[in-house]
């Protein structure tokens, strides 16, 4: 086997990371050309390491990666992005977290390249980072075109069970037919959500438009809790598992609200 053959580069966003052994960490990668990788980072929590500072979550790096017999190694690793403001308060990091879980979750194969999610992923940090975007209203478009790219696009126009026109009135969302359901249909489903005009208007917004033009309208606290617990029902529901990031999420807000 010659050197090129043992040896590759990769881009990509650390998602996460666990100890592995004694001095290793088994690092979980999203990359641009090659999907999700499962690499080895050998030594990186030995003080002295050169890699561990380029290996945090939520870094854009450089990688220079050896084959092995059964996980790939970390060789070289230099951080390209390192986002510090997704650090800077406990809200943030909690949005953060949900997208790379999210991400995660869904690319259950390792080694698909999927170009699309990889640059949606670049955005979503870019927006959270700079701290001008409104935490919900990133994650609420992440949620949306992953979704979408994904093959599970929501169904907010037309009625899932009898195929007619949503009309301009309230409405509820059905998590196993994967759309809304209008009030006629309401009898034959039993897994529906209430959804209320306003979050609907919301959700068929943020899925036909870009994000710059989709987050321009103020949206009433309410309608972005009613919009966000719907999202993560339903995303809930298909990966057929909770989510860890949502439950820091509702606990950092208690303790805001506590300490007003």
Known sequence: MSHLERVYRAEGVVLRRQDFGEADRLTTIYSRNLGKLRLVAKGVRKPRSRKSGHLEPFTRVKLLI????????????????????????????????????????????????????????????????????EPWAVVLF?????????????????CVHCGEKIEALDQYFSFQLGGVVCPRGKQSQRDLRSLSLPALKVLRYYQRNRFETASGPRIERKIVDEVGGLMESHLTHILERRLNSPVFLRRVRRLEKWHV
């Open 142 to 158: 992440f949620e949306l075109r992953l979704l979408e790219i994904a093959g599970y696009r929501p169904e907010l126009f037309q």
């Open 66 to 133: 050896a084959r092995g017999r059964q996980l790939d190694i970390i060789t070289q690793a230099e951080a390209i992005e390192t986002y510090p403001n997704i650090g800077s308060d406990l809200i943030t990091l909690g949005h953060a977290s949900y997208i790379v879980e999210l991400l995660d979750r869904f690319s259950v194969e390792e080694r698909e390249d999927n170009r699309q999610l990889y640059n949606l992923l670049l955005s979503s940090l870019d927006r959270l980072s700079s701290g001008e975007e």
